[in-house]
Structure formats: structure tokens, C-alpha cells
């Protein structure tokens, strides 16, 4: 859908002055770029989608369409895909919070559990001790030191992640020593997702050998899976100047991996990847629409009808790919001025873009940021504001995947006290 003035201006006519857009197509095609990028070099592979990324319900069922698994970390999560229709069996379960419930749930409907600490395994043994006709299928998510050099991979550089069962201190012999007694029980999976600073294919081939010589020898008879997560990198604006890894380039280097690792081996473990970023930041875009042009002192302020919080809610300094859309086409803009575009909140710091250089927006013009598909949706708060709506663009078509927020979303009265 080609987005000129005139039909941004109707958008607005129907759903308010700031509004997301979802290109569907865009989303598709991520999802078979990766999916063709795996399989091509492991074709065992399993893409599990992360909710937590992005969890519009429309989106989901678009990815589950094309094939993803429900990758989910809390019972939230959990009921979500099961609402939207998602096979349980389909629904990969992390996270580090687990309540007797959730394992419970999760065990009863086959779903993929991965296990994050020892106290989980607690839950697991009464389940199977009050099921003795079942065989009770886990796997465990693993801890162990990821650095190159000596440096931590670890994001913000930190040197001991917080995830998993640690293999350095004897917990993992301890998890699968709780479990040896259990006769219905079998632990078939490993699970290494490690959130690291620079995103490299270097560090997906150390988890995943890792992960892959743990298997061998301790699981050799029951490994079903080797799941090393997300995390990858996607199609990355230019504005962040960074040069990133392919999928083909990630794919490579694990299924190279995988395949060395189980050389010999008849039935070789399925693969699970769980892409959260590398599949929404790139289809989502943020329109806001123009209140004021401001000047103080030596300073243009551009405000926006929006939010930082809509399109960077970790507030990182770089701007994101952005054009105006602006109602006077045929005006003059070709004078380059620095100004910077501020959102609605009271927050000094609410900017949504620093110091760019371009014609300076007038009112009633429109700024569309592009890239703004990861976290900005789950972390979005309900602040001052209502939250804007989602317009999903499939085949030319415009869909409603999030009505506008009113105040009685906003103040449900099933929840707070009037």
C-alpha cells in the first residue's frame, strides 16, 4: 500500500493521530527467509515464534499459520495461545517462573516444557507420581560460561548469567539425579538461550556445540531436541550502522554444527530456534501526527503525537528510519535544519528522535518511524495516554488487529474501584 499524505490523513480520520501499521507480507516473508535459511542447512528444524517479543493475538495466528510453534514464558502466554487455537503440543514453555499450575498444564497437554531451575523439578515428580501411566517428556534449559577470549558474550557484559541449571556446579547431575527414580520420566531436551551483546554467529556456534556435547553425554539415549533459543539479529535499520549476521550466515554455522556434532547418528535431534526481533521489528511502523514546531533559544522541538514509549521503550539514543509525510508536496523543503521530535508525556526525556537534519515538519504533517515491531507492543504502558491502534496492511487491505484504547479499556471497571 503506497502511504501518500491523503491516505494517511483517512487512517487518521478513522483511528486517531498516531496509529501502528502491520505489513503483513513484510511478516510472511521474514518468517520463509529464516524458515528456508534453517531447513536448508538442518532440515530438522522446529521455528518456535516468541510471544513475549510481540504478542498482538492478529500476529500470532499469522505466524502459526505459516507453521511457528508458540514459544511462551509465562502462563499469560501460555492461555493466550490456547485461546488463539494453538495446539498445546505446539506451545514451547520457557521461563524462570513456574507455579505447580503451570507445570501441570503444561505436562498434561504434551507442550514442550523446558525446565529453568530445580524447584520446577519438585512439581515435575509429584506430576508423574500421580500419573504412572504416562511418560512424562522434559527438557531442561542449561547455564554454563559463554565467552570468547576470556570476555563474556553476555549481554551488558555480565559474567555469570542468571538463566537455567548451572552444569559448572554439579546442578545438572543433581537434576537429573532427583529424576533418576522416576520411572515415567525422561528428560529428551536441552535448551541454551543466552541473551548476548553482540549477536554473533561465533556465539550461536558455541551454544550450540555446548549444547550439543552435553547431550552426548549425558542424554545420549533420550536427546530429542537441542532448542538454543533466539535472539538473532534481523534486517537492521541504517541508522544503527552495524553490519549483522544473516539468517543464512546464523543457519550455517548451527546446522554445520549440529550436523558434525551428530554425525553417525540415524535419528538426529530436532532442531528448535525461537526468532523473536528477526521476525517483527522490520513490520511495524509507528504514524504521529504534527501538534506544534517549537523553538527555544537554538533549539527546534518537533511534537509529535506520540510517544518514546511507542517506538523505543528502552529509550537507546539512535534514530530510528523515519520520513514525513507532509500535506504541502509541492512547497519548498529542501532547507536542512536540526531539530529533534518530542512525544505527549510530561518526561523531559520523551524524544523520540535526536538531532535530525532534514526540512523541518510542519503541523498536520505526519512522522513515520519505521522498525518498531520488537517490544514496543508488550512494553507499551498505559501512561497519560491511551494506546494507539494496530492497522494490519494485507494484500492492500487494511485490517483493525487493535482498536484504539478508550478509557474503558483504560479503567476497566472489572478491575479498579470506581
Known amino acids: 500500500m503506497k502511504l501518500n499524505y491523503a491516505k494517511i490523513f483517512q487512517l487518521e480520520e478513522e483511528y486517531g493521530s498516531s496509529f501502528y501499521l502491520l505489513d503483513v507480507d513484510k511478516l510472511k516473508g521474514n518468517y520463509r527467509k529464516m524458515e528456508e535459511a534453517f531447513t536448508s542447512q538442518y532440515p530438522k528444524c522446529i521455528i518456535g515464534y516468541s510471544y513475549k517479543t510481540n504478542y498482538l493475538p492478529f500476529l500470532c495466528k499469522e505466524l502459526s499459520s505459516l507453521g511457528a510453534y508458540a514459544e511462551v514464558v509465562s502462563r499469560l502466554e501460555y492461555d ?4 488463539l487455537g494453538e495446539n498445546p503440543e505446539r506451545i514451547i514453555f520457557n521461563g524462570p517462573v513456574k507455579t505447580k499450575d503451570d507445570i501441570f498444564r503444561a505436562l498434561h497437554n504434551k507442550s514442550i516444557l523446558n525446565i529453568d531451575s ?4 519438585e512439581y515435575v515428580k509429584e506430576y508423574c507420581f500421580n500419573h504412572p501411566e504416562e511418560m512424562i517428556k522434559i527438557g531442561l534449559r542449561l547455564n554454563f560460561p559463554l565467552s570468547d577470549g576470556g570476555e563474556s558474550l553476555l549481554q551488558d557484559g555480565y559474567e555469570v548469567g542468571r538463566f537455567g541449571i548451572c552444569v559448572e556446579n554439579g546442578n545438572l547431575q543433581t537434576a537429573i539425579n532427583m529424576l533418576c527414580d522416576v520411572r515415567n520420566v525422561k528428560i529428551v531436551g536441552l535448551h541454551g538461550h543466552f541473551s548476548t551483546k553482540t549477536r554473533s554467529v561465533k556465539a550461536y556456534r558455541l551454544i550450540t556445540k555446548k549444547l550439543c556435547v552435553l547431550a552426548k553425554h549425558f542424554f545420549k539415549d533420550t536427546i530429542e531436541y537441542i532448542d538454543i533459543g533466539g535472539g ?3 534486517e537492521l535499520p541504517k541508522g544503527f550502522h552495524l553490519e549483522a549476521p544473516s539468517f543464512n550466515d546464523y543457519a550455517e554455522a548451527i546446522g554445520e554444527t549440529m550436523i558434525k556434532e551428530f554425525a553417525g547418528w540415524e535419528n538426529k535431534p530436532l532442531l528448535i530456534i525461537e526468532p523473536g526481533i528477526s521476525m517483527v521489528a522490520n513490520v511495524f511502523r509507528f504514524a504521529a501526527k504534527v501538534i506544534e514546531v517549537k523553538n527555544v533559544r537554538d533549539n527546534t522541538f518537533v511534537l509529535v503525537d506520540g510517544s518514546v514509549h511507542n517506538i523505543k521503550p528502552t529509550m537507546h539514543k539512535n534514530n530510528l528510519p523515519m520520513q514525513v509525510i507532509t500535506q504541502n508536496e509541492g512547497g519548498n523543503r529542501n532547507s536542512q535544519k536540526t531539530f529533534s521530535i518530542v512525544g505527549y508525556t510530561c518526561m ?10 532534514s526540512p523541518i515538519p510542519c503541523i498536520g504533517d505526519y512522522v513515520l518511524f519505521d522498525n518498531v515491531g520488537a517490544y514496543t507492543i508488550v512494553f507499551n504502558p498505559p501512561f497519560i495516554k491511551e494506546r494507539p491502534a494496530i492497522i494490519a496492511i494485507r494484500d492492500g487491505e487494511t485490517i483493525v488487529a487493535r482498536k484504539k484504547e478508550t478509557i474503558k479499556e483504560f479503567f476497566n471497571e472489572a478491575l479498579y474501584l470506581f
Open 348 to 357: 523531559e526525556k520523551d524524544y523520540l528522535a535526536h538531532n535530525v537534519v
Open 232 to 234: 538473532f539479529y534481523g
Open 118 to 121: 530445580l524447584y520446577e523439578i
Open 80 to 83: 493466550l495461545a490456547v485461546k
